[in-house]
């Protein structure tokens, strides 16, 4: 069997079954180094393959990036200056609640007592 023909035939199957090519990619890249070093080759030198192999890493690789601008940031501290004013408040008004409470239980004590 040439050469040609068993190009051929591996075209199709890798067409056909692309499970079966994947394998023996796996399969050749486990033996001696030749075969690493030739993938590698392909890879690196090869246009098409170069272009193909950026796309796969790019878009396994790429992670979304939120940007905010200066403006979104100031919102925000803007947003959170005013909730932890609103937490004061809170914190003042359960403070004089507290106050209130001690007074009317020390009140509640002396009319006891009396």
């Known amino acids: 069997m ?10 199709e199957i890798a067409t056909s079954d692309p499970a079966f ?9 486990r033996s001696d180094g030749r ?8 890879l690196t030198k090869n246009p098409e393959a170069k272009l193909r ?5 790019a878009g396994v690789i790429t992670v979304p ?5 200066k403006e979104d940031i100031k919102r925000i501290e803007e947003r ?3 909730v932890e004013n609103k937490v004061v ?16 239980m020390v009140r509640s004590q002396d009319s006891r007592a009396e």
């Open 35 to 42: 075969v690493i070093e030739a993938i590698t080759e392909l």
């Open 53 to 57: 192999l950026a796309e796969t890493i």
């Open 21 to 29: 090519i994947r394998d023996l990619f796996l399969d050749a890249l």
């Open 2 to 11: 040439d050469v040609e023909a068993v190009k051929r035939i591996l075209r």
């Open 80 to 82: 959170i200056i005013g």
């Open 89 to 104: 408040g809170v914190e003042n008004r359960i403070t004089g609640l507290e106050n209130k409470m001690q007074v009317l």
């Open 65 to 69: 990036l939120n940007v905010a601008t």
